[in-house]
């Protein structure tokens, strides 16, 4: 009889779009307006590190208090969303699993990395943001910025 095999990671899934849990002890202050409606549309990005999102979320307020109309999307590992989820200022949430690319590099899928690359590229395209802010200190995020999005 074999044993399971315990190093065997879940399997990875394609970036998407979600919205955010509502909290319930804050009031919510998103946008008012859809996406597609809002004065601005603004891509934040920092994947990683529990604590290093919970830091980077003050920026969040200043963003509000400087634009009520922007929609707000925050780029976050699927196993971090919990630092972000019900945060009563991110309009959308675009959950990122990077084991999704690595697997496919890793076996050598080059033709299937860049059709998903290229599809979630054309994806963050039609969402037109109007800006992209970074807490990443690598460099790696290409597909962000492929995003159209200026970089501040």
């Known amino acids: 009889m074999s044993k399971p095999d315990r190093n065997r990671s879940k399997p990875a899934l394609a970036p ?14 998103r946008c008012p307006v859809s996406r597609d409606e ?3 549309r603004i891509l934040i990005m920092r ?7 919970l830091m980077a979320t003050p920026l969040l307020r200043a963003i509000r208090e400087q634009r009520p109309n922007a929609h707000i999307t925050w780029v976050a590992e ?10 009563p200022i991110v309009d959308e949430l675009l959950l990122w699993d990077s084991p999704y ?35 990443q200190p690598e460099e790696w995020p290409l597909l962000m910025l492929g995003s159209g999005a200026p970089c501040t």
């Open 16 to 29: 998407s779009f979600e919205l955010p849990l509502q909290p319930i002890n804050v009031p919510v202050e």
């Open 38 to 40: 809002a004065s601005e």
């Open 47 to 53: 994947l990683a590190a529990h604590g290093d999102i």
């Open 78 to 87: 699927r196993k971090e969303r919990q630092a972000i989820d019900a945060h």
């Open 101 to 135: 690319f690595k697997r496919m590099l890793r076996r050598g899928n080059w033709s299937g990395w860049t059709i998903q690359a290229l599809r979630f590229r054309k994806e963050l395209r039609a969402r037109r943001f109007d800006s992209f802010v970074s807490f």
